[in-house]
């Protein structure tokens, strides 16, 4: 049943469902930046070297990744990350294909939630590691997709105005639970071990899944279509020049994709050996700045609206493909702090923290010019026979860039650390040139004559 054809509990002038979708999410994302916040340590300091002949199919694992030889511990450590944190953006695609045919949003969730607290709880033992990433994959692909989904389904599709600041209260969640997150695990790790804070992980997601269940009545009830469907007339030759277009300007965030989410494997580990940590409190877990970037982004979203606010007042606003090409530049730049805080550090936990928290704030600031943006685009040029399809697309690109990274990243102990960061910064800088290089003719492609916002 469509948004059209319900009726829904208001309050503060959104349906009801969109705060619990927003709750919902908010722990979710809470436990699944806690948990990538260890993940790399956790490898590198604890399990690879100390207990790796308990876990049941890490040997295998091993030998299937090494397809150079044997490799270091930070190699393997950077690999399974990014194998790990692409298949998250991929599975989505199957469980979208899941709830639309089999089992409808609601119940796709739920399981997705199940399946992720089982994953955080298998974390807390060294024997079910490699089950519990396969867990939390699955998992994260039932409820990611899904989730985002039910919260435009709240309201009527021509009240675009009130959708769009229903995803800002769903987005306000995201960005808070992945904040919140590594600081809360990564002080609970500090204290009592790492499988403490997976565990608070764990707990964290039924919180989530007893939220969701609350809202249920305030969420609408879709049912699959099942296979059958009604078999659509084939794209017109300009559709089809659109979606090659469409795709080619997701590929384009492919660099970004690679030299930003590098802060969240091998970031935290140079943290880890090279900033200095302490305070006169004491020693900040390295984790915590898993979620600095994510409070970048907070800090940087209603500056960045007011700033194109006032920039499309004067007709200066860039179009979006030129904000991607900025945020990638952006990310580049954030990269090469690090590398500068580095250049002639010899001792380990000698860089200032300031590098390292500037760094990170701003590749939070470069995420919200280059992704939602690249949304936008998707979202306002795509064929609406083929819209949603390409916004599962748009998720194909974060997927081979995480995989692309952790190899990179298993480089990260075999060179400097200022030579390694200005690798991946300068991932980033070809990405952007090739962005503002062809950004006239992919904005005439897209919006028609190229104007002033290019």
């Known amino acids: 049943m469509a948004a059209e054809e319900q009726q829904f509990e208001q309050f503060a002038g959104h349906p009801k469902g969109v705060y619990y979708l927003a709750f919902t999410e908010m722990w979710e994302r809470f436990s699944f930046y806690g948990m990538s916040a260890l993940l790399t340590l956790y490898m590198v300091k604890e399990l690879l070297p100390l207990h790796g002949g308990q876990v049941i199919g890490l040997a295998a694992l091993r030998h299937g990744l090494s397809f150079n030889g044997a490799m270091s511990d930070v190699a393997f450590a950077s690999i399974i990350y990014g194998w790990y944190a692409g298949l998250v953006y991929f599975t989505p695609i199957i469980g979208g294909w899941v709830a639309d045919r089999l089992l409808g949003p609601k119940k796709t969730v ?46 009527p599709r021509e009240d675009e105005s009130r959708r769009s600041q229903g995803y800002t209260v769903f987005a306000t969640g995201i960005n808070i639970g992945a904040a919140s997150g590594p600081v809360v695990t990564g002080l609970i790790a500090a204290i ?17 899944m007893v939220g969701y269940i609350m809202g249920q009545r305030h969420l609408p009830d879709f049912k699959p279509v099942g296979a059958a469907r009604e078999k ?37 580990l140079w943290v880890d050996q090279w900033v200095n940590l302490a305070t006169p409190l004491g020693t900040v877990p390295s984790s915590w700045f898993a979620g600095m970037d994510s409070f970048g982004s907070i800090l940087a979203a209603p ?71 690249t949304m936008a685009i998707v979202s306002k040029a795509a064929p609406p026979r083929v819209a949603s399809t390409l916004m599962g ?24 650390p ?37």
Request: charged share 10%; proline share 4%.
């Open 303 to 373: 500056i960045l609206v007011a700033l194109w606010s006032w920039q499309a007042q004067r007709g200066q606003e860039p179009a979006n493909v030129t904000k991607q090409g900025i945020g990638t530049a952006i990310v580049s730049f954030a990269a090469l702090l690090f590398a500068f805080a580095n250049f002639g550090v010899t001792e380990q936990h000698s860089v200032g923290a300031f590098w390292a928290i500037a760094g990170w704030l701003i590749m939070g600031l470069g995420w919200m010019y280059y992704w939602p943006t």
């Open 418 to 454: 200022s030579l390694f960061w200005t690798m991946d910064a300068a991932i980033g800088v070809v990405g952007a040139a090739v962005i503002l290089l062809l950004r006239k003719p992919l904005i005439r492609e897209l919006d028609g004559p190229v104007d002033a916002r290019g």
């Open 192 to 208: 009592w071990g790492f499988h403490a804070g997976f565990a608070v992980a764990a707990v964290l997601m039924l919180v989530a």
């Open 393 to 416: 697309v748009a998720f194909l690109s974060p997927f081979a860039a995480h995989v692309t990274a952790g190899w990179v990243g298993s480089y990260f102990d075999t060179m400097s």
């Open 110 to 155: 739920l399981i997705g939630v199940l399946f992720m607290a089982a994953g955080h709880a298998a974390m807390s033992f060294y024997e079910t590691f490699v089950l519990a990433l396969a867990l939390l994959i699955v998992g994260s692909g039932f409820l990611k997709g899904n989730i985002s989904a039910q919260v435009g389904t709240l309201y």
């Open 232 to 268: 659509a007339p084939p794209l017109t030759a300009a559709e089809r020049r659109r979606v090659a277009v469409l795709i080619f300007v997701i590929a384009l965030t492919f660099p970004a994709e690679i030299t930003y989410p590098m802060v969240w494997s091998i970031g935290i």
